[in-house]
């Protein structure tokens, strides 16, 4: 995906600037947290019109080349939490999200546009009969599942007609994807599951879950809003339009 923003970037007209930036956080024990400056626990999101979802304070890092963002993806991995369990040496004890945000400005027509790319990891639902999970590591299984539980029931809600209510603030994680699951956007969604007859449950319910999700329809559309320069020059040409009109 980030050779595909790039090679686009470079294909691109001349008469377009681009800037990229990139932030990376992990939602741990409904808790989210920065992981390129991990010393930001506790972000907080909110909503704005024309803007949509976003944290509050989450360090943005400008990108000159295609290699920062396999360093920052490198440098946000190794600040993540994780654990042993008896399923996995190092399961993963939160929800990872990177966002890579494209700004073009049109320096002809001074049009602005801006395009946002989510690429999130779920941690794993867990059965604690397996995993052998304790103390803090249980309550992060919980966590992790009331999480995974809540998607599930935003999704429902999504393909269910008879549903009006969409539990988008029941949790961290559905709040910061509400747009990809139901607004404004092209979402992809790729399930990992296990053909070993011992996983058998977890699969089927991975299976179920991805077959419910394929049924969610998103209509994306260009988030294109006036810059005032473009305004400027559009009240230019109306001028001059009604000075040769009244000539």
Do not use: W
């Not at 058998?200 to 005032?228: M, P, W």
């Amino acid at each position: 995906m980030v050779r595909t923003v790039f090679t686009r970037i470079e294909n691109a007209s001349e008469d377009i600037m681009f800037s990229v930036q990139v932030s990376m956080v992990e939602i741990y024990n409904e808790r989210i947290r920065d992981l390129i400056e991990p010393s930001k626990d506790n972000l907080r999101i909110h909503e704005k019109s024309g803007k949509g979802v976003y944290l509050q304070d989450v360090s943005e890092v400008a990108i000159e080349s295609e290699q920062m963002i396999y360093e920052l993806m490198r440098l946000g991995n190794s600040n993540r939490a994780i654990s042993a369990t008896n399923m996995n040496a190092e399961s993963s004890r939160s929800h990872s999200i990177f966002i890579l945000t494209v700004t073009q400005n049109n320096t002809v027509d001074l049009s602005c546009k801006v395009g946002k790319l989510y690429l999130v990891d779920l941690a794993g639902s867990e059965r604690i009969a397996k995993t052998g999970a304790e103390g803090q590591t249980l309550d992060e299984a919980k966590s992790i599942n009331q999480s995974l539980t809540t998607l599930g029931k935003v999704i429902k809600a999504l393909t269910t007609r008879s549903i009006n209510h969409i539990p988008y603030r029941e949790s961290k994680l559905t709040r910061m994807l509400s747009e990809s699951l139901g607004g404004n956007s092209k979402t992809c969604l790729i399930i990992t599951c296990s053909p070993h007859p011992y996983n058998d449950q977890e699969t089927l319910s991975t299976c179920r879950f991805g077959h419910r999700a394929r049924s969610i329809k998103n209509n994306a559309k260009v988030n294109r809003e006036y810059t005032i320069p473009e305004l400027r020059k559009l009240l230019e040409v109306a001028e001059k339009d009604i000075e040769n009109y009244k000539m």
